[in-house]
């Protein structure tokens, strides 16, 4: 039930906390207990986000025009910010998102990185002197910001994913509007708290709250906007990038995977288990990065399961403030009644579950036992659909190559592991599995901030996020020619 005294949240634009254009209201629930009402998200109108995307224009120039080294200072600043809320934020991340207490430190910790990391790119080189053609020329590229960006996040990394996305297009001379899943508004608003407790100047960073059907298409619309950067679902994904590409706009697009590991004969089957385990359950698998798929050598196939039950039953089930808790509630009830439709429209074969306590604690959540099934059909549903939830879909292998196949046969391509000790067979599948983000004897999940992140074919429309290849997409080049 909704409580009087719940908070009602607004805008953050220009620095200022604005109230919606509409009277219309979504309540933000708790995943661990749906009867928490944690905030009343406003649906949020296009008018709201043609403001938002003004003030971010109107902001443009002095930002842009500062240096590298002072656009670090603010985002040094913002990092301590960041870093000085820490278990607050950690906790609202596990109330709001579900996302387990330690984890949810863990990503606060990560935003500190992500942005010491990119205040340091903001005071790099920035162009390369060019041979000239004419003597006694100089020829020199200078990279500028692109302007306004737009950037459309999920709710499953709430603050790591805004600010992996903001902080390199904020280094880089842009502004920024984010647009929040509805379903981690309100750490959004307090990620816009810490930046304004870090100084970061008027309208550089703007926080605009509601739908995705309405503010973020108007948000595309808007003419100050130059690019969009989208992490979501294939289907919005698609929307996006054909809004950008209509008015010629840089667009990325990062929109999952169906993630796979491979356990060949030779592998060390207790680590691989356990790390299979972990990258498949975790978070209840809402990582774009989640292991959906395991493809097991039919040698070891009986001992890599036995092991896998094994460490599936050890992942403790449980409310998220919980600190022991490694599986939480999936985000809504939506998610949950699809994820279980999805299994019985495939019929699905269960190997075994780790079933949900029965008791009061999880009687209010959206849990769902950590369920590991028969693959069945390589083209069929849970092959080749994201379900976004603990379910993981075994498959055997006659040789390395039937493996590749079943691997490769998706149209997703983020992220793939292999475990194995032949160094030849690493390197064979190293060259041939067509994902963005490869691992060898470790899971699927998970990247270092200052390393690329993307996939191939239908998980990315091509460019990468994070560490150097984030430069490519914040700005575009400009060749400039000095003659005497």
């Known amino acids: 039930m909704t409580a009087g005294n719940v908070r009602r949240l607004q805008h953050f634009i220009d620095n200022s906390w604005r109230n919606s254009e509409t009277d219309k209201w979504i309540e933000d629930l708790n995943p661990s207990d749906t009867r928490d009402v944690i905030a ?32 670090a200072e603010h985002l040094h600043r913002w990092a301590a910010a960041i870093g000085e809320r820490t278990e607050e934020l950690a906790q609202v ?3 709001e998102v579900g996302k387990p207490i330690g984890e949810a430190r863990g990503e606060v910790g990560r935003c500190v990185v992500i942005l ?3 205040a340091g790119e903001a005071v790099r080189e920035m162009g390369e002197v060019i041979p000239s053609q004419s003597p006694g020329a100089l020829q020199f590229s200078l990279r500028e910001p692109l302007g306004v960006v737009a950037m459309i996040t999920p709710w499953n990394f709430p603050l790591a994913i805004p600010l992996w996305k903001a902080a390199p297009a904020l280094a880089f001379g842009n502004t920024v509007v984010l647009k929040p899943a509805e379903s981690s508004s309100y750490l959004a608003t307090l990620l816009a708290e810490t930046a304004l407790t870090a100084g970061i100047p ?8 509601g739908a995705g059907t309405t503010v973020g298409s108007a948000l595309l619309e808007a003419p100050e906007v130059r690019a969009v950067s989208f992490t979501g679902s294939g289907a919005v994904g698609a929307r996006v990038a054909a809004s950008a590409s209509a008015r010629n706009i840089r667009y ?3 929109m999952g995977g169906k993630n796979v590991v491979i356990v060949m004969a030779d592998a060390d089957i207790a680590k691989a288990a356990s790390l299979t385990a972990a990258g498949a359950m975790r978070y209840a698998g809402q990582k774009c990065t989640a292991t959906s798929r395991v493809i097991v050598a039919r040698d070891v196939e009986d001992d890599f399961m036995r092991q896998l039950r094994a460490q599936v039953e050890s992942l403790p089930i449980g409310p998220v403030t919980d600190a022991n808790a490694a599986v939480g509630p999936l985000i809504s009830r939506a998610s949950h009644d699809s994820i279980r439709k999805a299994l019985s429209d495939a019929n ?6 780790s079933p949900v306590p029965d008791s009061a604690e999880f009687a209010n959540g959206n849990f769902f036992a950590p369920t590991v099934v028969r693959g069945g059909d390589p083209d069929g549903i849970l092959a080749q659909r994201e379900l976004f939830g603990p379910v993981l879909a075994a498959f055997s292998a006659e040789d390395m190559d039937h493996a590749i196949e079943l691997a490769n046969r998706t149209t997703y391509g983020l992220s793939a592991s292999i475990f194995t000790r032949d160094l030849r067979t690493a390197l064979d599948y190293i060259n041939r599995i067509h994902v963005g983000l490869v691992r060898v004897n470790g899971d699927t999940t998970g990247v270092d901030p200052h390393a690329p992140f993307g996939g191939m074919k239908g998980s990315s429309s091509g460019s990468r996020e994070q560490g150097p290849a984030a430069r490519e997409f914040y700005t575009e080049i400009k060749t400039v020619q000095v003659n005497p």
């Open 40 to 71: 009343l998200i406003p649906e949020g109108t296009a008018d709201d986000a043609r403001t938002a995307a003004a003030a971010a224009a109107s902001a443009l120039p002095a930002w842009r025009s500062l240096t590298g080294p002072a656009r």
């Open 93 to 95: 991340m596990a109330r």
């Open 116 to 118: 010491r990391y990119y």
């Open 202 to 209: 008027r309208g550089v960073f703007n926080v605009l709250l």
């Open 252 to 254: 990325q697009t990062e």
């Open 348 to 353: 699905a074969e269960s190997l075994f579950t």
